[in-house]
């Protein structure tokens, strides 16, 4: 109940002895204060591995869905990911693993559960993760592929703008080195909450087909050409011409990296290989943050 429920547990195990071997290895990924990096450990996993079958993950039609899970397996040292919070808010995967021996953590969107969009639970589960990141000197890696914020009266009316701003502000609080990568889709302010460069990411890489914008190209048709489409003597026909007229003008991926949004258009299979590069790159990143006792996240 607590683990899947509430959320309360974040981790569970069938006895004693698997309960503390999940402890050892938690620690593992934890410098001894925060005074410290995180430790690495190297499981002799070639840092410029590919994988091709990632140009394959995204399914064509953008409404299919995929397990996010193999993209992170694929990219991990070994093939080693420790999932946090495994059964509650399944739509949000986080956890840890390790890049080139560095130890990260992960926060992705799973399109295999709600389509990947952001809720009041995914959104506080993500963000406590990045706090606790952020607190032991952990990097930040996020693999984007979010539609949006789930909509609904019930989200609504139990706070979800609130919610989704604590991820806002873990992100923006974080110091550590932030990489994102999107995978297939950032639309909205979902874009933003998942660790985009307006919200200062060092890094911003997407795959070659991501669509980035205010919304959707179906419901961006419906609202902007609809009086079109209703006078239309075919409406579907005219809505699906609407639809590939917007994604070609304001959904490509490259007019975003044009605009200073994306910093590299990168190719699926050399995704580990990026990521560990810029991981170097940003290996004594420092901040200077305000002098005050501490900020006011939305609780």
Same mark, same amino acid.
């Given at each position: 109940m607590h683990?899947s429920?509430?959320?309360?547990?974040?981790?569970?195990?069938?006895?004693?002895?698997?309960?503390?071997?999940?402890?050892c290895?938690?620690?593992?990924?934890?410098?001894?204060?925060?005074r410290? +990096?995180?430790p690495?450990?190297?499981?002799?996993?070639?840092?410029?591995?590919?994988?091709?079958?990632?140009d394959?993950?995204v399914?064509?039609n953008?409404?299919q869905?995929y397990? #996010?899970?193999?993209?992170i397996?694929?990219?991990?040292?070994g093939?080693e990911?420790?999932?946090?919070?495994? @059964?509650?808010?399944?739509?949000?995967i986080?956890g840890? @693993?390790?890049?080139?021996?560095?130890?990260?953590?992960?926060? *992705?969107?799973?399109p295999a559960?709600l389509?990947?969009?952001?809720?009041s639970?995914?959104s506080t589960k %993500? %963000?406590?993760f990045? +706090?606790?990141c952020?607190?032991f000197?952990i990097?930040l890696i996020?693999?984007v592929?979010? /539609?949006?914020f #789930? /909509? @609904?009266?019930?989200?609504e009316?139990?706070?979800i703008?609130r919610?989704g701003?604590?991820?806002?502000c873990a992100?923006i609080?974080? #110091?550590?080195?932030?990489i994102?990568?999107i995978?297939?889709?950032?639309? =909205?302010?979902?874009y933003?909450?998942?660790?985009?460069k307006?919200?200062n990411?060092?890094?911003?890489y997407t795959?070659?087909s991501?669509?980035?914008?205010?919304?959707g190209?179906?419901?961006a048709?419906?609202v902007?050409?609809?009086?079109e489409?209703?006078a *239309?003597?075919?409406p579907?026909?005219?809505l699906n011409? +609407? #639809?590939?007229d917007?994604r070609?003008?304001?959904v490509?991926?490259?007019?975003a990296?044009k605009? =200073?949004?994306?910093?590299?258009?990168?190719?699926?299979?050399?995704t580990?290989?990026?990521?560990?590069?810029t991981?170097?790159?940003?290996?004594?990143k420092?901040?200077?943050?305000?002098?005050?006792?501490?900020?006011?996240?939305?609780?």
């Amino acid at each position: 109940m607590h683990a899947s429920k509430s959320g309360v547990a974040h981790f569970t195990a069938p006895n004693d002895v698997l309960c503390l071997r999940k402890i050892c290895r938690l620690f593992g990924y934890l410098p001894s204060n925060n005074r410290q +990096r995180a430790p690495m450990l190297d499981l002799q996993d070639q840092a410029d591995r590919t994988d091709p079958a990632l140009d394959y993950l995204v399914p064509e039609n953008p409404n299919q869905t995929y397990d #996010m899970n193999i993209l992170i397996h694929s990219i991990l040292d070994g093939a080693e990911f420790m999932e946090v919070q495994a @059964g509650f808010a399944r739509n949000v995967i986080c956890g840890f @693993g390790r890049l080139g021996g560095q130890a990260v953590g992960l926060v *992705a969107n799973q399109p295999a559960v709600l389509a990947g969009v952001l809720d009041s639970d995914s959104s506080t589960k %993500a %963000a406590r993760f990045v +706090r606790f990141c952020d607190a032991f000197n952990i990097p930040l890696i996020s693999l984007v592929d979010v /539609p949006g914020f #789930m /909509p @609904g009266p019930d989200q609504e009316h139990g706070g979800i703008i609130r919610h989704g701003a604590k991820l806002l502000c873990a992100f923006i609080d974080a #110091m550590v080195p932030r990489i994102s990568v999107i995978v297939r889709k950032s639309y =909205g302010d979902a874009y933003l909450m998942m660790n985009s460069k307006h919200i200062n990411c060092n890094v911003n890489y997407t795959w070659p087909s991501p669509e980035i914008a205010v919304m959707g190209p179906k419901g961006a048709a419906e609202v902007i050409y609809r009086r079109e489409i209703q006078a *239309a003597k075919d409406p579907e026909a005219v809505l699906n011409q +609407r #639809m590939e007229d917007y994604r070609s003008r304001f959904v490509n991926t490259f007019l975003a990296a044009k605009r =200073g949004y994306i910093d590299d258009v990168i190719f699926p299979r050399d995704t580990r290989h990026r990521l560990i590069r810029t991981l170097q790159v940003l290996e004594g990143k420092t901040v200077k943050g305000p002098e005050r006792k501490h900020g006011n996240i939305p609780l």
